[in-house]
Structures are given as structure tokens and as C-alpha cells.
């Protein structure tokens, strides 16, 4: 299974400074970072301190004034706002940005609606963008960045104006991407946010970024799916979905028990089924509370 992203796409800042106008004050400046394949960052730091500057560097949308930035693996950018007012209608508009990324027509008519669907804006496939309100004009923004599978996707505030069942559904989609091997870095308001399941959080203060040292959390408190899974006699399950759990547990019967985060179930599946030879998936529910 997966994308093969984790085979070698990643990018890397060097020394990178930014600023605006030959007699400009640096927004940024000295920056390192190093994004793997793979890779779930989150970037922290006061309005106004250079984090949405950061994120347009990342995805290629600004030219750093000073240093380098090595490695372009197919980006796709969530803004804060998204230009509305557009000529296309919602899926008129995927449909392009998905022939824009190389797929055919057809098939990026039927990821437009696939990601419509999952955001629960299947219903305004047909609005002029014009129309839309803020949620759908940013249900739309999500869905243009995940239609052709980045192999880095670069959200700033892309949660912001979105529904409880999209913001969700947006987690569960950067947990797939992640697990597929794309990198992902991201700025949300919410510390709640992926919370957990971060490789590294930097914070931007004074133009500079530094790396968080202190632990993050273990794991979010958040709603956990118990799956219970059959393999091969003698295997483990597959280090992919082993990864994506907050526990693994192998029971007498010889069957295991995987504890996952809301986000990460349909990645833990994908895992599950996508293995050679495929594991049996016996049951998925919630988990109980109080129950380790």
C-alpha cells in the first residue's frame, strides 16, 4: 500500500531568511528546517510573527531573500482565505486544479467529488464559488489541496470556518496522507489540534524558528476506535498500523487488539488490509471507556 512518498521527497530550509522590499524588516530569518517524508509538524508563534510566511515558503509560493530551500516534493496549500470569487463552480473548479495536477479529466472529476463528499459539500458541487458561504468556500480550499495526493500539504488556519464533521474529516485526511508517506506542516489556532500525533512542533518568535524540546503528549483524550485483527499464525501486525495506534495488545486467542485515535482508523485499516498477505479485520467500535 501507500504512495512511495517515503522513499526520498522531502524539503529542506537552510539559513532561510524573508523580507519584504530592499529596506524591509525580516519576517524570518536564519530559518532550518528539514521536513521528511512523512513527517506531521506543527508550527506555533503570536499573530504577526512570520508563521503564514513560513507556510508560503514551504509551499513554494514565496522565494526565500536569503538561503535555500532544497527539495520540491508536489505541494498543496491550504490559505487562511481562499479567493472565492472565482469563474468555476465548486466541482467546476476541482475538476480543473485536478487536470492542473496532472490527472485526467475524468479522474479529477471523480476526486472533486470523492472530497466533496467527504467534507459533506457533495450538495454544492454546482454553486458558483461566488455563492458559497465562508464553510464551503473552505471546504472547497481543503479539497483542492487533497484531490491529486500531495506528497506535502502545507495548512495554515485550514480548519478555521469549517463544521465539527469536516474539521474531523480534514484530521482523518492529513492521518492518511501522513501514513502514505506525504509530509504535512500546519498552523491551527486549536493546541488541541492533532494533538499527539505531531513528529515535531516549532514555534516562530522574533523571526526565528526553534523546536519545541519539551514532550508533547502522549496521545489526545479525544474518541478511541478499538480494532481487533487476524493475521498469518506467528505475525505481528504490520509496523504501519502499529505506528498509527495508541496501543497493541496481542490477546490469548491470538487475534490483536489496536487502540487508534478517531483520525487514524481508516489509515490503521488501509494498513491492515493493504498487507501481504492481508490481515482479517474481526470488528471496529468505539472503545469502552475506563478499558486499556
Excluded: C
Excluded at 519576517?27 to 517524508?37: F, S, T, Y
Excluded at 526553534?210 to 501486525?237: F, K, L, S, Y
Amino acid at each position: 500500500m501507500g504512495s512511495g512518498v517515503r522513499s526520498g521527497t522531502r524539503i529542506r530550509l537552510d539559513g532561510v531568511g524573508r523580507r519584504y522590499g530592499l529596506r524591509g524588516r525580516w519576517v524570518l530569518r536564519g530559518v532550518d528546517l528539514d521536513v521528511a517524508p512523512g513527517a506531521l509538524v506543527r508550527v506555533e508563534g503570536a499573530n504577526g510573527t512570520g508563521k503564514s510566511t513560513l507556510l508560503r515558503l514551504l509551499a513554494g509560493l514565496d522565494a526565500p531573500t536569503e538561503g535555500r530551500i532544497v527539495g520540491r516534493p508536489r505541494t498543496a496549500y491550504v490559505p487562511e482565505r481562499f479567493p472565492a470569487a472565482l469563474p468555476f463552480t465548486a466541482s467546476g473548479y476541482l475538476t480543473h486544479l485536478g487536470a492542473v495536477h496532472g490527472l485526467t479529466r475524468a479522474a479529477a472529476a471523480r476526486a472533486a467529488d470523492e472530497w466533496l463528499e467527504r467534507l459533506g459539500a457533495a450538495g454544492h458541487a454546482r454553486t458558483p464559488l461566488s455563492e458559497l458561504s465562508k464553510g464551503g468556500s473552505q471546504k472547497v480550499a481543503v479539497a483542492q489541496a487533497l484531490l491529486a495526493a500531495p506528497e506535502l500539504l502545507v495548512l495554515d488556519e485550514a480548519w478555521t470556518g469549517l463544521d465539527a464533521a469536516s474539521r474531523e474529516e480534514l484530521e482523518r485526511a492529513v492521518a492518511e496522507r501522513t501514513a502514505d508517506g506525504a509530509a504535512a506542516v500546519f498552523v491551527d489556532h486549536d493546541p488541541r489540534r492533532l494533538a499527539g500525533m505531531t513528529d515535531a512542533t516549532y514555534t516562530v518568535a522574533d523571526g526565528a524558528l526553534t523546536r519545541r524540546t519539551a514532550a508533547e503528549p502522549a496521545w489526545p483524550d479525544g474518541p478511541r476506535v478499538a480494532v481487533e485483527a487476524r493475521g498469518p499464525a506467528g505475525a505481528r501486525p504490520p509496523a504501519e498500523a502499529v505506528r498509527l495506534s495508541v496501543s497493541v495488545a496481542e490477546r490469548a486467542d491470538g487475534a490483536f487488539r489496536l487502540d487508534v485515535t478517531g483520525p487514524r482508523s481508516d489509515a490503521v485499516l488501509r494498513a491492515l488490509l493493504g498487507a501481504r498477505p492481508p490481515w482479517h479485520v474481526v470488528s471496529v467500535r468505539p472503545r469502552e471507556e475506563g478499558r486499556r
